[in-house]
């Protein structure tokens, strides 16, 4: 997709998007880690870390229920990735 064109994907976001469900990743709460990089589902407020760490769960979650727009999650970050056009939008 080019990166002049809009992300289709967005118009699939529910508005307002709903709130994170939980403060951190809860599977790195399972494993005692510290939740870093975290990112929020924006069609349903899953929040999961990042591909950049070991547990990916953001990633997974988007393999696992086909929700493709995550949002930075945390402060300061408000910026949008599309899993499916794999880039910012």
């Known amino acids: 997709m080019s990166p002049?064109?809009?992300?289709?994907h967005?118009?699939?976001?529910?508005?307002p998007e709903p709130a994170?469900?939980?403060?951190?990743?809860?599977h790195c709460a399972e494993l005692g880690q510290r939740?870093?990089?975290?990112?929020?589902?924006?069609?349903?407020g899953h929040v999961g870390c990042?591909?950049?760490t070991p547990g990916r769960r953001a990633a997974e979650h988007h393999k696992r229920t086909g929700h493709g727009v995550m949002r930075g999650h945390e402060p300061g970050?408000?910026?949008?990735?599309?899993?499916?056009?794999?880039?910012l939008v």
């Open 20 to 26: 994170a469900a939980t403060d951190g990743c809860p």
């Open 10 to 15: 967005l118009a699939e976001l529910p508005d």
């Open 77 to 87: 970050e408000s910026g949008r990735w599309c899993y499916e056009d794999r880039r």
């Open 35 to 44: 939740s870093v990089a975290l990112r929020r589902c924006a069609h349903c």
């Open 4 to 8: 002049s064109r809009p992300c289709a």
């Open 50 to 52: 990042c591909d950049s």
